[in-house]
């Protein structure tokens, strides 16, 4: 095989491993694009080319994350994660830590660990690397690795829900949560919350935001209920779709240009947390963006309008 044809073959591992450690996909594209770069200045071949790829994008996205970390600490409101339609990298044999590993919730609770500690938990546990190869990604002994996951384990394991939902759960609560969201339905949706369920919006600032953050199932539920009949008023739409493995929807205005992404956490047959995502800059991989500042303003227009 040539470079180029290895290179390819290994793209979705790449982009996988990065966009876990960054929760971008802006940055998790340009650390793959960096990483082909030093593989192609490469004058020697390696004796493994997953893993000298996988340690040269692990490395990169380390570098890119420490300085992002700086970033975060300045983001206005809640950060989350860019959203993820579909992840490229698919392995039967991880599917389900796979799966976990991208959700919003697991990546919001990666963001907790030290750079280090996230690049070897997910490279150990989720992408089933030997310490070896973990050891040489990271730049730190094998010995040193165990440690690190040891301690990752530790805050991944506090932070996680007690009752995991199935898919099929999953997607059954999200139905009926999406028809009475449409319908306006109060008494509907709060009955699909959990008692002490959040929503939480990712504005960054840029963008109008439903609430700053809403606790209780009845809260959420009035909020929600009382905001979206009016978004459909103005021709939004909402378009089911999974979402970092995740059920979720797209937002659409009238000529489909996205608004925003919505996220649903699932645990013990009820809708734990709702999660928007409306940061312009967040949204821009997932095709054209809205005015979501102009809708904003035809939405008070609507409301000032007798009927």
Known sequence: MTKVEEFEELRPLLFSIAYRILGS???AEDAVQETWLRFDRSATRPASTKAFLSAVVTRVSLDVLRSARVRREQYVGPWFPEPLLSDPYQDPARSAELADSVSMGALLLLER???VERAVFLLREVFAFGFDEVAAAVGRSEAACRQLLVRARRHMQAGRPRFA???QEQQELATRFFDALKDGDVG????L????AQLAGDGGGKAPQLARA???ARNVARVLGTAFPWLARIEMVFEPHEVNGQPGAILRDRDGRIVSVLVLDVLGGRIQTVRTVINPDKLGHLGPVADAWALDREV????RQPD
């Open 113 to 115: 660990l030290s750079p």
């Open 300 to 303: 008070k227009q609507a409301r």
């Open 25 to 27: 996909v802006s940055e």
């Open 165 to 167: 939902a199935d898919r």
């Open 188 to 191: 509907g949706l709060q009955e």
């Open 193 to 196: 919350l959990a008692a002490d």
């Open 214 to 216: 809403v606790m209780g």
